[in-house]
């Protein structure tokens, strides 16, 4: 079983920096994928980026490619996504995801929800003008 837990999201202002990070517990599996995805109001839940645990590898959504970055530290079990350039439409709650580890999918099977087997509980992150 595997726990996530984000923080790092608050109040910014447009053209600014943020760091969120997610804290994973339990065990960790060399396939494990860890993704990150946002839902803004009255939206969708939509993909943004994923990174494999192995090797870093990392995916991002056309639309956010540029401004956001994912890394990972083994270290201290922890997947960070760092977004530069904040603007208003980057408001939303954020969440981190994971595989469960026993199996790769196709790049696009990475973008979609049901690949995914853990969730965090969310972190708001607003962008002010």
């Known amino acids: 079983q595997v726990q996530l837990v984000e923080s790092g999201g608050g109040l910014m202002q447009a053209g600014g920096s943020l760091r969120l990070s997610c804290a994973l517990s339990?065990?960790?599996?060399?396939?494990?994928?860890m993704g990150w995805f946002r839902q803004a109001p009255g939206k969708e839940r939509e993909f943004v980026g994923a990174?494999?645990?192995?090797?870093?590898?990392?995916y991002f959504d056309d639309s956010v490619k540029g401004r956001f970055t994912i890394s990972r530290d083994s270290a201290k079990n922890t997947v960070n996504l760092q977004i530069i350039s904040l603007t208003p439409e980057d408001t939303a709650v954020y969440y981190c995801?994971?595989?469960?580890?026993?199996?790769?999918?196709?790049?696009?099977?990475?973008?979609?929800?049901?690949?995914?087997?853990?969730w965090g509980q969310g972190t708001q992150v607003t962008v002010s003008s």
């Open positions: 995801a994971s595989t469960e580890g026993s199996r790769y999918y196709y790049y696009s099977q990475y973008t979609q929800r049901y690949v995914y087997d853990y």
């Open positions: 990174i494999h645990w192995s090797d870093g590898t990392t």
């Open positions: 339990g065990r960790i599996f060399n396939k494990q994928v």
